[in-house]
């Protein structure tokens, strides 16, 4: 009994406030304007989402809306590397109690998808090929964590909402070096009790010797 007794709290029962579910309304509204719930489902959210009491209550609410606002084919384009070889474009990255990492060389379509319940995703930009010189990453987790690593080149625009959690920039340990022709990478979506970040770092195989303390 007494190892019961000392277990710590779950934070998914803990009691939300209103600012909290103001929050939820708004990404529930966007949702709506983006036409990925029609105007009665977003009442029924709504009135959902004001009626909760707990986190736990939150999470059904919204756990289907990380998709990216404007859906891409089922099967993208292959692309190729620096070497000739093809590479395939991915439109998504989930982990569901599990890691999702994208690293090394790989296509990132116009828009991509990162969604994390209870696990982790990576996005490792450094290395990535983008097919659009502004991309938008749609990056939401519930209790999990999605990190996104970029170049020092690339600019970045966050714009997120968190609820219980972290949604922003990083650390970097390398310096922006940025230009007026710097591609974009828009990071938008949610962090419920998670962390969605970005960070900069040096190319992959940089010896820490030439790294400069930032």
Not at 12 to 23: C, E, G, V, W
Not at 56 to 74: N, Y
Not at 114 to 123: D, H, K, Q, Y
């Amino acid at each position: 009994m007494g190892e019961i007794e000392n277990r710590p709290p779950d934070p998914s029962l803990l009691r939300i406030s209103d600012n909290d579910r103001q929050k939820v309304a708004e990404v529930l509204r966007e949702a709506a304007g983006e036409g990925r719930i029609d105007l009665e489902e977003l009442d029924e959210r709504l009135e959902l989402a004001w009626g909760a009491k707990t986190y736990a209550d939150l999470v059904p609410i919204t756990a289907d809306l990380h998709l990216p606002a404007h859906p891409l084919p089922a099967a993208a384009p292959a692309r190729r590397t620096p070497t000739g070889l093809p590479t395939s474009a991915h439109a998504s990255s989930t982990a569901i109690m599990g890691e999702c990492k994208r690293q090394g060389v790989w296509a990132v379509p116009e828009h991509h998808s990162a969604f994390a319940l209870m696990g982790s995703v990576v996005i490792d930009l450094r290395q990535a090929q983008l097919s659009s010189h502004d991309t938008q990453i749609n990056a939401s987790t519930i209790m999990g964590e999605v990190k996104i690593i970029v170049p020092a080149h690339l600019n970045v625009v966050i714009d997120g909402t968190p609820i219980m959690g972290e949604f922003g920039h990083g650390k970097d340990k390398v310096p922006a070096e940025i230009g007026p022709d710097s591609p974009t990478i828009r990071v938008r979506g949610m962090a419920m009790m998670g962390s969605v970040t970005v960070q900069r770092q040096p190319a992959p195989g940089t010896p820490k010797k030439f790294i400069g303390t930032y």
